[in-house]
Nanobody, 119 residues
Framework: QVQLVESGGGLVQAGGSLRLSCVASGSIVRIHSMGWYRRAPGKQRELVAQMATGGSTNYGDSVKGRFIISRDNAKNTVSLQMNTLRAEDTAVYYC?????????????WGQGTLVTVSS
């Protein structure tokens, strides 16, 4: 079994910052990629940021220059520093991990953490 636990969501004013964290635990053999997606009310899920084990990153266009993703491969954690937040960043943020868990290649998701940005 593999579990992802997110923390750090909450309410913040526009222009402020928040930091999300996610830790993976369980039968982890290898994690290839970790990152964050989000789903805003009435919208489709979208990529926020992702990082491969080697350090390469990919950001959604709407967060480039404002959000920074980081990973600690040894601790199986991924964090998202969110700066200059906007009302349109309001969403449920989901952590994911793509890797080998037990004997299976899987994509595992956290339960989500709500970020609300007030304007």
């Amino acid at each position: 079994q593999v579990q992802l636990v997110e923390s750090g969501g909450g309410l913040v004013q526009a222009g402020g910052s928040l930091r999300l964290s996610c830790v993976a635990s369980g039968s982890i053999v290898r994690i290839h990629s970790m990152g964050w997606y989000r789903r805003a009310p009435g919208k489709q899920r979208e990529l926020v940021a992702q990082m491969a084990t080697g350090g390469s990153t990919n950001y959604g266009d709407s967060v480039k220059g404002r959000f920074i993703i980081s990973r600690d491969n040894a601790k199986n954690t991924v964090s998202l520093q969110m700066n200059t937040l906007r009302a349109e960043d309001t969403a449920v943020y989901y952590c994911y991990a793509d890797g080998v868990f037990g004997v299976t290649r899987l994509e595992v998701w956290g339960q989500g953490t709500l970020v609300t940005v007030s304007s």
